[in-house]
């Protein structure tokens, strides 16, 4: 025990969650997720998911509005992708899935198909779009069997 507390602690496959309808939220959680991948070489999967409130019965009725809302959102998790690999992360994996609530959508497909020993999100404080501020961290950090980090 003793020589356990002794060694530093590494993450090496962090995931941060992208919500873009918090920007400043998630904006901090990036930054913070990508300098984490760089500085110590770990593998960064940013995702996001579609969320099924995002999407009206109207626009599910109609592939055509269906497939640009998931093309959106590939680019936008991409952009992420492309500043990480500019900051200097070196293994970045863009992920985009879609489903119900976030959190289960995170905990169910993602974190089991990434593995990662860390998972990033911001706070939800700019724009509580999940119920109330802080909802999905909290749940995920509830949830979760990895650590999980909420930036405020």
């Not at 110590?40 to 996001?48: D, R, V």
């Not at 952009?79 to 985009?96: C, H, K, L, M, N």
């Not at 976030?102 to 700019?126: E, H, N, R, T």
């Amino acid at each position: 025990m003793a020589d356990e507390i002794n060694n530093p602690l590494f993450f090496r496959r962090i995931l941060i969650t992208i919500d873009e309808d918090d920007r400043p939220s998630t904006t901090r959680a990036f930054r913070f997720a990508m300098t984490m991948a760089r500085d110590y070489q770990a593998h960064l999967g940013i995702a996001s998911v579609l969320e099924s409130d995002d999407i009206s019965i109207y626009e599910s009725l109609m592939p055509d509005k269906l497939n640009e809302k998931r093309d959106e959102l590939r680019a936008i998790v991409k952009s992420y992708a492309d500043q990480a690999t500019a900051f200097g992360v070196e293994d970045v994996r863009p992920i985009v899935a879609e489903g119900g609530d976030v959190d289960d959508v995170v905990l169910q497909k993602i974190i089991p198909d990434f593995q990662p020993d860390l998972v990033v999100c911001g706070a939800d404080v700019d724009f509580a779009s999940h119920g109330r501020p802080g909802a999905i961290g909290l749940r995920l950090a509830k949830k979760s069997d990895v650590s999980v980090i909420v930036i405020r």
